[in-house]
């Protein structure tokens, strides 16, 4: 996939504000601190489009943009698509009043929003599994809202603990689900998986466009 066009669109502050559902929608979602931006930023070849920020929670609304593609350089038909970045659970440094503000915001959106394709979950590959994003997945699992996982910042973690990381996520998913999601291990900085992703949204693309 060649990304022809990616603009920043609108910020809502509920599912029911957010844009017409008229195309093929991405949302990307993860513990605060996990390279969501950036990752963002680096599919999209504009490392000014998501900010990023060194504080955690500083997403905190619906965030649209606006994406054109095209499967090859030598396509002649587009693909428009909506990506959205979505803000991260597990906030630190907020009240409890917000959080729960901020929960219902995300489970109205995810369960409600007709257009929605996929959702990327991000982990980060530095960690042994970690007990929220397991219980995100799990809830996505319970609402059936279907969804990929990506391992981020693999570029900063040595090969053989980034495997051991992996499987242990992927083993800790495996006592409760059947069968897995797929999966993709990211590095922003190494622009690692971008094309892997890409790949995987244009082939949604197509089956939604069918």
């Known amino acids: 996939m060649v990304i022809k066009k990616a603009n920043y669109l609108i910020s809502s502050p509920s599912v029911e504000k957010c844009p017409k559902a008229d195309r093929p929608e991405y949302a990307f979602i993860g513990r605060s601190n996990v390279g969501k931006s950036s990752l963002i930023n680096m599919l999209c070849n504009n490392s000014t489009l998501a900010k990023t920020s060194a504080a955690p929670g500083k997403t905190q609304l619906i965030n649209h943009y606006d994406i054109e593609s095209k499967a090859s350089i030598k396509a002649a038909t587009k693909s428009k698509w909506y990506l959205v970045d979505l ?88 006592e409760t689900w059947q069968f897995l999601p797929q999966s993709f291990i990211t590095s922003a900085e190494k ?13 949604c693309n197509k089956k939604v466009e069918q």
């Open 87 to 174: 803000p991260g659970y597990g906030y630190a440094k907020r009240s409890q009043s917000e959080r729960n503000k901020w929960e219902k915001m995300i489970e109205d959106y995810l369960r409600k929003r007709d257009n929605l394709v996929n959702i990327f979950v991000l982990i980060d590959s530095r960690h042994e599994p970690q007990a929220i994003d397991l219980e995100f997945v799990n809830k996505l699992g319970e609402w059936q809202v279907p969804f990929t996982l990506v391992f981020t910042k693999a570029d900063k973690e040595k090969p053989k603990a980034l495997e051991r990381h992996v499987k242990n996520f992927l083993d800790a998913m495996r």
């Open 191 to 203: 622009k690692t998986g971008r094309e892997e992703v890409l790949t995987f949204i244009d082939s």
